[in-house]
């Protein structure tokens, strides 16, 4: 009787424990998914009133934040399970932003989410001089502890730079671009911007409204996009201009009135080229973002955007087709056109004799006259010529390891050439001899692939694929594949995180310390992965870490 009895007592304690215990980690599994979600949202967890006397006190907390912290965002790029992942590791605060002491942030990050720095194959900045010097930078300093970690110069900020180049150093697409500022700028004051938007609705009921870009000084591609929009609300534009103009005793008015005298024929061509002609740098720049892009495939569209560019320059009858195009435009927005035959003058705003030794008087842009075949003299070849020579100029990659990366890509006409490949090879110390036998045998089991499956071998990602069937058959050509896929083509990702960081770090949570910044920012950034934690493993790790006995997360049991 006794001992049914005091079974009976141990039971109702380990059942009274159980129903304790599910209550715990209820509360805790809901309390960390509050968090998570917070996280993810970047919504504050609490405000930022941190002094002594607070009673809503809680604990302590290559971009700047809101703090003016510089922060080093640091990102890693891997193959695994068929797929190329990039995952954010966490902001450094950086005390000191010489390349000696980067580079040791950016070592002791990787080793604390315990990456051996050994296995890097490659490593992707900007044209910092800080990160980028041959000799002194971050770069220089990673490769003497690891030969094999390449370098390479984000391509994405490349072709920015082309962008910029020919935006700056064009008087006519400069003179374009300081015009479309003034325009948004315009249409941006409150005042203007609603008639802006009645407008659209008034002559265009059924389409959405469009909203004027601004433009940005650090991404240039971004003005293809002003551009495009200017283009489609451009009959909107002029009459909102025309209106405003009107107005009498209004600086407004005066503004309006300046800008539309300098929307001519001149200003929508070149509305036309950054359209239509400069939206193919558009698509490079969008693959080079792409978290899976590759630098093969970068390489054969840099070239390819080359070709067409040096095809646009010598086919006349591609210019003739731009032309046509922008003369209909202009009819039927009622821009009066430049006569064919009209030769450019121009001409000087005398000034009194005594200025002379003052001053020198120049041509004044705003009186030159512009013939429609001027355009392509004036504007059309300078531009053109200036983007194919930056890009060759920036893209030329005079490494031999890089050609060697990109004549993995079976886009490329020398897709498997032995002699190309060889430095890429040596690099990373794969046998020589294994290879070569590999790669006479690697065309047949393409070609039978491609007939049996219907499908093309296009990508590296999908070479590589292919060779995950066959990888214990051909190991060095998989291994060079999977290099190769690794080798990042731009920094973008590392730029999302920065977008991340100014979301994150915001005026209600700008006295977090930087580990805690790190946590929510990993949680925030890789949402796809935060939100399918297990809760149930969380309260253990949290139960596991804090050994409270106030709560009780773990069921003990009593044995008789």
């Not at 479309?180 to 009921?205: A, E, G």
């Not at 056109?337 to 120049?362: D, G, Q, W």
Request: glycine letters at 2%.
């Amino acid at each position: 009787m006794t001992e049914k009895t005091d079974k009976s007592i141990l039971a109702l304690i380990n059942k009274e424990n159980g129903t304790l215990i599910k209550e715990n980690r209820y509360y805790i599994a809901t309390v960390a998914e509050i968090l998570l979600f917070t996280a993810c949202q970047n919504i504050a967890q609490r405000g930022d009133n941190e002094n002594g006397e607070s009673i809503n006190k809680v604990l302590a907390d290559e971009t700047k934040d809101i703090n003016k912290t510089e922060q080093l965002s640091v990102m890693v790029r891997y193959y695994y399970n068929n797929t190329v992942n990039e995952r954010f590791l966490g902001y450094v605060s950086c005390s000191e932003l010489n390349a000696k002491a980067l580079f040791e942030f950016i070592k002791k990050t990787l080793a604390a989410c315990g990456i051996n720095i050994q296995y890097c194959v490659a490593q992707t900045y900007d044209d910092a001089s800080v990160m980028s010097d041959h000799q002194n930078g971050v770069q220089a300093i990673f490769q003497k502890e690891v030969p094999k970690a390449l370098y390479t110069h984000c391509y994405n900020h490349r072709l920015n730079l082309v962008i910029v180049d020919v935006c700056k150093n064009i008087p006519e697409i400069e003179q374009f671009i300081i015009l479309l500022q003034q325009l948004n700028n315009f249409v941006s004051r409150s005042t203007v911007h609603v008639i802006f938007l009645d407008l659209q609705k008034k002559l265009f009921p059924k389409t959405k409204t469009i909203e004027l870009k601004k433009l940005c000084e650090t991404r240039w591609i971004c003005q293809i996009s002003a551009c495009v929009a200017v283009r489609k609300t451009f009959p909107v534009i002029l009459l909102l201009l025309n209106k405003i103009s009107v107005e009498s005793k209004s600086d407004r008015s005066m503004e309006a009135k300046s800008i539309l005298e300098h929307i001519n024929f001149e200003f929508i061509f070149c509305l036309h080229l950054f359209c239509d002609t400069f939206s193919q740098i558009k698509n490079v720049s969008d693959y080079l973002q792409f978290p899976n892009s590759d630098i093969g495939t970068s390489c054969v569209m840099v070239e390819s955007l080359i070709d067409y560019l040096k095809e646009f320059r010598t086919v006349d009858r591609l210019f003739n087709v731009l032309l046509e195009k922008i003369v209909l435009f202009a009819e039927n927005n009622n821009i009066l056109l430049p006569e064919e035959n009209l030769m450019c003058k121009r001409t000087h705003r005398k000034l009194p004799v005594s200025f002379a030794s003052y001053i020198t008087e120049l041509p004044t842009s705003k009186n030159t006259v512009m013939c429609k075949n001027d355009v392509k003299i004036i504007i059309f070849n300078p531009v053109i010529d200036r983007m194919i020579n930056e890009l060759q100029r920036r893209f030329s990659n005079n490494n031999t390891i890089l050609s060697g990366i990109s004549s993995l890509n079976p886009q490329n006409k020398s897709f498997i050439d032995f002699q190309i490949l060889l430095p890429f090879i040596k690099h990373y110390d794969v046998d020589i001899e294994n290879l070569e036998s590999e790669l006479k045998l690697i065309p047949k089991l393409i070609k039978r692939h491609q007939i049996e499956k219907k499908t093309k071998i296009n990508t590296i990602l999908d070479f590589i694929h292919l060779l995950e069937c066959y990888k214990l058959a051909f190991s060095e050509l998989y291994l060079l594949c999977t290099i190769a896929i690794i080798i990042s083509t731009s920094s973008a990702g590392v730029e999302r995180t920065f977008s991340s960081l100014r979301q994150i770090k915001t005026c209600l949570k700008n006295k977090m310390i930087n580990s805690r910044l790190t946590v929510i920012a990993i949680l925030s950034i890789e949402k796809n992965i935060s939100k399918n934690l297990d809760m149930e493993k969380v309260v253990d790790k949290f139960s596991a870490a804090h050994h409270n006995r106030k709560i009780m997360l773990i069921l003990i049991f009593f044995l008789i």
